[in-house]
């Protein structure tokens, strides 16, 4: 069993470093310099400190955000918008430790619904958006996009974009080892066996150094051996964790790692190497969220060619499942922190962002917007065109596990999957560090 308290002891360092950090880089500013000064209108300007996860300079969404946040300020001459960026698991700690106080220097704030606000819901941190969501808001939201948002029938947030998880394979590589593109559990064992043969080339690249990679890859194979609608059951407290499916997940995640299929040293790969893998054909497939598509065609690094990429379903398990089911949904949004000295124009600014930032998703094939505004569909890439046929086919979706139960369960279940990578994992042991997480 992993060492929890090593973790959170490095958690602590990390977030006094990130405090340091963050405080070098505090005047970084999504605010062009035409807009930073003043107004003319005599007014004293309105500074929203927002921050979010879109930190590298390559994502589409970055770039769709600051032209957001450009034409929201030619709008609105009297606001300025200071923006701060984290990688993602950076973010996730900054965040939670700005939380532990009054987090002053946040007004707004990219997060997740579902299970992981859920505590900041609890402990009054976060503003209701209900005085702020009009008839003609309403009016523009898609039918189911805001359960992940509500608590306590209160509206906290507005959706961006949902996602679908995507087994992305490299069918030039497939044909390579003579392999099959893999619809089954078993056709994907038999194509690990024949990648792996391959000089240079891991079957599937995993970043488990990030643990909600490696938790991708167990969520994948429990969708398949439980069934979405127990494992909803389960997430949202209705149900115990507890039945064979989440043993027989848990074992064929190591069944894998020993067939070679995560490469030698998977707890060695991030998120961004396992990426970098595949867009530079070292890595035959990864599985990943919808939004990933579209570095595909975008990213300079990536030296695939995007013909032969091939979107793919979860892959079934002979005599289980249902394959309408899917990792997928609404869940991401900016959020108003309560303790924002100017909550009207935060929460005005709240679901202006979203809804761009749903429109932007689509647009740039990295997500479906959760907004009924016309988008131009001409520019969709194929492979996110491929994307939204699966969709299409999809009828129960599960969030992320990370996202859907609350905090402690959460980073957990994240340190545990990354226990199943390694030699000699017990997932005896896996099972029962769930149960005393989840079943409490």
Not at 23 to 51: E, I, Q, R
Not at 165 to 187: R, S, V
Not at 410 to 427: C, G, K, R, S, W
Request: net charge negative; with cysteine.
């Amino acid at each position: 069993m992993k060492k929890r308290m090593g973790k959170r002891v490095s958690a602590v360092i990390l977030t006094a470093a990130l405090a340091v950090g963050l405080a070098g880089c505090a005047g970084k500013s999504s605010t062009p310099p035409a807009a930073a000064g003043s107004s003319g209108s005599g007014k004293d300007k309105v500074v929203l400190n927002v921050w979010h996860q879109w930190s590298n300079d390559t994502n589409e969404l970055k770039k769709k955000y600051d032209d957001a946040v450009a034409a929201y300020i030619k709008d609105n001459p009297d606001v300025e918008i200071n923006t701060q960026t984290l990688d993602t698991e950076a973010y996730k700690t900054k965040i939670s430790a700005e939380f532990a106080g009054d987090a002053k220097g946040i007004d707004l704030f990219y997060y997740w619904g579902a299970g992981t606000a859920r505590k900041m819901v609890n402990a009054d941190k976060l503003l209701p958006l209900d005085p702020y969501i009009t008839d003609e808001v309403k009016g523009k939201l898609l039918e189911g996009s805001t359960a992940a948002f509500e608590y306590n029938d209160k509206t906290y947030s507005l959706p961006m974009f949902s996602w679908y998880m995507t087994l992305y394979c490299n069918k030039d590589l497939f044909e390579q080892a003579g392999a099959e593109l893999p619809q089954t559990y078993d056709q994907l064992v038999t194509a690990v066996e024949k990648l792996s043969k391959l000089d240079g080339v891991t079957p599937m690249a995993s970043g488990a150094k990030d643990g909600w990679n490696a938790a991708f890859i167990y969520q994948a194979l429990a969708l398949r051996s439980v069934g979405a609608e127990d494992i909803n059951k389960m997430l949202s407290g209705k149900a115990p964790f507890e039945g064979e499916g989440y043993k027989d997940a848990a074992d064929k995640v190591q069944e894998l790692y020993k067939m070679g299929a995560f490469g030698a040293n998977p707890l060695e790969q991030s998120n961004d190497d396992a990426n970098a893998a595949f867009g530079n054909g070292k890595a035959a497939m990864r599985l990943m969220g919808s939004w990933f598509a579209n570095s595909i065609y975008s990213d300079k690094t990536v030296t695939i060619k995007p013909e032969d990429v091939v979107a793919m379903k979860i892959p079934m398990i002979t005599g289980k499942g249902n394959e309408g089911d899917y990792c997928g949904g609404f869940v991401e949004s900016f959020w108003v922190n309560k303790n924002t000295k100017n909550p009207d124009q935060a929460a005005k600014f709240a679901i202006y962002i979203n809804e761009k930032m749903g429109e932007a998703a689509y647009e740039t094939g990295s997500g479906f917007s959760g907004w009924k505004t016309e988008i131009d569909e001409k520019g969709l890439n194929p492979l996110f065109i491929q994307i939204k046929d699966l969709l299409s086919q999809g009828t129960t979706a599960v969030l992320a596990w990370d996202t859907s139960l609350d905090a402690e369960p959460a980073t957990i279940h994240n340190e545990q999957v990354q226990t199943l990578f390694a030699p000699n994992a017990d997932t005896g042991e896996f099972i029962k560090e769930h149960e005393a997480a989840i079943n409490k």
